[in-house]
């Protein structure tokens, strides 16, 4: 037989509903309360939340200043190119065309270690010659490359993941493109693509792609250069050669069996 206790907490259990009804709660009224509350609690007994909350911002900062640097070494770049200073392009343009041809006339091993040896030695031969001027002359100047030594050229994971980040866009671009042109996504585009392969074979076999890297860095720097003194005849030849480009195009697509035309969304 069950119990009294057993009976009793039956009973309970049975006839409290009847006698007791809940009032409802204002969801609308302790809603804004408890975002306040957990607010406090979050500000005052959680620091590590706090530093969660916080970090937004400081990354969007980082960001902010990866993507200014990254700015500013584009602009450095392009005013290389334009030769807004001769003499930093003069010196930039033949130390890489110089390494250029030095690779192509010798190994990739010996151009680096020429390359450091020569360093070494004029570095070597000047911290010696300080050394000895400084004995001579009693003077306490210290280590010639004392700024250089002391100067920061470290690199910043965040300058890291801007440049990834800017790279992993360009990249996605050419996966998705190189797809669309093997699958024939545009027939007029594949077949265009495969002209300039069957030329390029042709190119091959002609020059390496050191001497194409040569001919590239010469046209790098000598384009912009030329354009400047040339532009409007420049323009109005490219002009020409862009509308014989589409004529020729339009009529390919008109007479290609099937062909497409490209619909391209504004």
């Known amino acids: 037989m069950p119990s009294k206790l057993s009976c009793f907490l039956l009973m309970l259990t049975t006839v409290t509903p009847f ?3 809940p009032r409802p709660i204002c969801t609308s009224c302790i809603q804004p309360l408890a975002v306040s509350t957990e607010s406090k609690w979050t500000q005052v007994w959680n620091p590590h939340r706090r530093e969660e909350m916080a970090e937004p911002t400081s990354s969007t900062s980082l960001a902010n200043n990866s993507s200014s ?4 070494l584009t602009n450095a770049v392009l005013q290389l190119v334009h030769w807004k200073e001769p003499k930093k392009t003069a010196a930039a343009f033949g130390a890489s065309l110089l390494i250029l041809v030095s690779v192509a006339t010798l190994s990739v091993i010996s151009v680096v270690s020429y390359l450091l040896l020569t ?3 004029v570095t070597i031969t000047f911290r010696v010659y300080k050394s000895v001027i400084q004995a001579v002359q009693k003077s306490d100047d210290g280590h010639p490359f004392r700024s250089l030594l002391d100067r920061d050229i470290s690199v910043s994971s965040e300058w890291i993941r801007a440049l990834a980040d800017q790279s992993l866009v360009y990249v996605n ?5 190189t797809r669309r ?3 024939v996504e545009d027939l007029v585009d594949s077949l265009k693509v495969a002209t300039v392969m069957w030329v390029m074979t042709y190119v091959g076999a002609i020059f390496n792609g050191v001497t194409l890297l040569i001919i590239a860095d010469i046209i790098f720097f000598t384009t912009p250069l030329i354009y400047k003194k040339k532009k409007a005849q420049i323009d109005r030849y490219v002009e020409l050669i862009q509308s014989r480009v589409e004529e020729t195009k339009h009529k390919l697509q008109d007479r290609l069996p099937g062909a ?7």
């Not at 640097?69 to 500013?72: D, G, K, Y």
């Open 19 to 21: 006698l007791y009804k």
């Open 69 to 72: 640097s990254l700015r500013e």
């Open 119 to 121: 360093c070494l030695c």
């Open 173 to 177: 671009w050419f996966v998705s493109q």
């Open 181 to 183: 042109l093997i699958l």
């Open 260 to 266: 497409v035309k490209k619909v391209r969304a504004e």
